[in-house]
């Protein structure tokens, strides 16, 4: 019998449709030959063709290559230039997850995934001035005891103070933080925060030994900055009850940030939503869901869900010590609570070079990476290679491959493992999730007499 297979992209171009018979498909997938990572169907869904071991279909899940030890981190760093296929990596990855019934929840600052929301029913909350959509990152959650959730807030609330201000808070400044939150609602806005971090109490006062004046001297540089915040950058985006509610059942969540990004908004806004997003991700999921990652590979049971939580542009948090710390903590829950993330960033010297050596920030940029055990190198720069033998620990030849890789073509570094790797695009992929260009050739269209959408 023979059966069609489906178009498929190879390094960014379409290849012809080929038909097999059933005796002779398995000469699709010579799993005998190449690296020691898992192959076939069940080592997870397609990612591409492995080029260095006879152009072999190469799986990637971070469940099975956990469940088979193979990697004890489940998370992922992408780097790549623009234009080199990261983007459309990540894109597809999480739609194939999604296809095998994982949930997805994304930060979006460039607003690149709506139509991965649209493509699989996904909510799309996007925080933009003048829309109805808000979040409020002090929200309590379901199963949160008392002093989990102020743990909890003051941990958001000192990041964002301390992202604003570009450096850490003092102990008497974070005594202060988490004295106020001590006694808020469970309805509670930053802006009440603020309020009594102006206008501290006696009780506040008596929690850290000292006076009400004293206290309010000390934290104003703290309670001015967020203040600034939420009537300037972050105003019509996080000062309001959360507009929306999380299904725990449901496909995910996208969070719009677009509206911030090139601004100084960008960072505060992504500490904000990951922090309301973590804290949601962290909580304990419905009764058919296994959340941890311990046997959750392909012999847990069948109605387990496993999720992926995709921070893009990581690299604009990079450069600032609050939020550095942050990300890095993101990293550490996520591994703690079975989560893969995957952190996006251009270049190398994203990860150490945007800090003076030794310091604090440079080993928190460094702990992200050694947190993610899947590494995906597109091209770098020839510039690059010191800091990438530095940071990945990379052979010769391989400094000498990133630099040379054509487009859609990326080195894979696996726990001990490596594999140079063809990505491949359905054409639904390609035409409906990957093609960010249909936006500037619409607008060259339209210039040009208006014929049709470009897309």
Sequence with gaps: MTRPLPS?????????????????????????????????????????????AGRT?????????????IITSPNMVVLGQLGKGKSALVKTHLHRQLLAGRQVFVLDPKGEYRALAQLHGIPHLRLAPGSSDRLN??????????????????????????????????PEERAAVTAALTDLPPA?????????????????????????????GAVRPVALELRRLLDGDLSGLVDAPTSCHLDPDGPGLVLDLSAAFGTPALVAVMV???????????????????GSFLGSGPSAASGSRQRLLLVDEAWALLHLPAATAWLQALSKLARAHGIQLITVVHRASDLAGQADTGTATQAQARGLLADAETRVLYTQAAGERALLSD?????????????????HRALWRIGTHAAVVDHLLSPLEAQRLVDTDASMRRRHTNRAGGQGSGS
């Design 188 to 216: 509670a806005l930053l802006g009440d925060v603020v309020h009594l971090l102006l206008n501290p109490t006696d009780a506040m006062a008596d929690v850290l030994s000292t006076g009400v004046e004293r206290l309010a």
């Design 8 to 52: 498929v992209r190879i390094g960014g171009r379409l290849a012809d449709s080929i038909a097999v018979t059933t005796r002779h498909s398995a000469s699709l997938y010579p799993w005998q030959i190449g690296s020691a990572l898992p192959t076939g169907p069940s080592a997870g869904p397609v990612i591409g063709l492995d080029v260095l």
């Design 272 to 290: 904000c939503a990951g922090s309301w997003l973590a804290a949601t991700l962290t909580q304990q999921p419905s009764h058919h869901q296994a």
């Design 137 to 170: 990152p002090l929200d309590p959650h379901p199963g949160d005891n008392p002093a989990a959730t102020q743990r909890r807030r003051a941990t958001t609330v000192a990041a964002l103070a301390a992202t604003g201000l570009g450096r850490d808070l003092t």
């Design 391 to 407: 940071l990945l620990d990379l052979t010769g030849p391989e400094l000498e491959l990133v630099t040379q890789l054509p487009p």
């Design 57 to 69: 279909v190469f799986h990637y899940d971070p469940w099975e290559l956990y469940a088979r030890h």
